[in-house]
């Protein structure tokens, strides 16, 4: 199986400030280094593009997205996609890159979107997927603003419904916060928390679609879940789930 992965990558800059004096300092990060090489352990083929990248690189065409078998978004916000170099700076009608990944889905291809802070609405709404045509292919409906829920003293999913993607994985650990989601009908909530969607499984057209609501990676991704025995396992399963 092939996948592209998109996001979970980003940019911090610093100003270290010491007494009369200050200084600045800038570092790149990349949170999903750990759950790649899971998945290339399981012999998923991965393509990963990071954030930064999608300026460049991100597939114009839908027959370059259908290189792949599904396409994962995590951490990365609609703007991203939607204002590319060529239509920001120099006013280029482009291919919208959120329609191409929505013909993919509905011709056959996968979708998973992974929670975050730049996912489904994300902080202060700045992700904004529900106001996009993605909206549609995904299997969940999104709040309006801010969709966080934090959750400092953890939380731990409920099994809402038997399903071989959760089956036999025993308690969940604890998950530090989450995107407030609601499954659509029509597809399935596989996890729970209270009210809100943790997993949600679904279709579109001819293609499979799926939401976690969490984080594959800190800092919603605990220690916890980071360190699960069955952590490989899980994000292996869903990934195969969406061929």
């Not at 966080?148 to 731990?156: I, K, L, N, V």
Request: glycine share 10%; proline share 5%; aromatic share 12%.
């Amino acid at each position: 199986m092939k996948i592209l992965f998109v996001g979970e990558s980003w940019i911090v800059h610093m100003i270290h400030t010491k007494g009369y004096d200050s200084f600045t300092s800038t570092k790149y990060e990349e949170g999903a280094t750990y759950l790649l090489s899971c998945l290339r352990e399981n012999g998923i083929d991965v393509t990963y593009m990071p954030a930064h990248e999608v300026q460049v690189r991100f597939p114009q065409t839908l027959e370059e997205l259908q290189a792949y078998d599904a396409v994962v978004l995590s951490d990365v916000g609609a703007n991203t996609f939607l204002l590319q170099n060529a239509t920001f700076y120099q006013m280029q009608v482009v291919p919208n890159a959120l329609e191409l990944i929505k013909r993919f889905v509905a011709e056959g291809g996968g979708l998973l979107m992974i929670g975050g802070y730049l996912t489904f609405m994300g902080i202060e709404g700045k992700a904004n997927y529900k106001n996009t045509v993605l909206a549609e292919a995904l299997p969940v409906l999104m709040s309006d603003g801010d969709d966080r829920t934090e959750m400092p003293s953890g939380f731990a999913p409920s099994v809402a419904a038997s399903h071989p993607l959760v089956d036999g994985l025993g308690a969940w650990p604890k998950l530090l916060g989450y995107n407030r989601l609601t499954a659509k009908p029509g597809a399935e909530e596989l996890l729970s928390h209270g009210d809100d969607a943790i997993l949600t499984v679904g279709s579109f057209g001819a293609g499979k679609t799926a939401a976690f609501a969490s984080d594959c990676s800190p800092h919603w991704g605990s220690l916890e879940f980071m360190n699960w025995e069955h952590y490989p396992a899980f994000w292996s399963r869903l990934i195969r789930y969406l061929k």
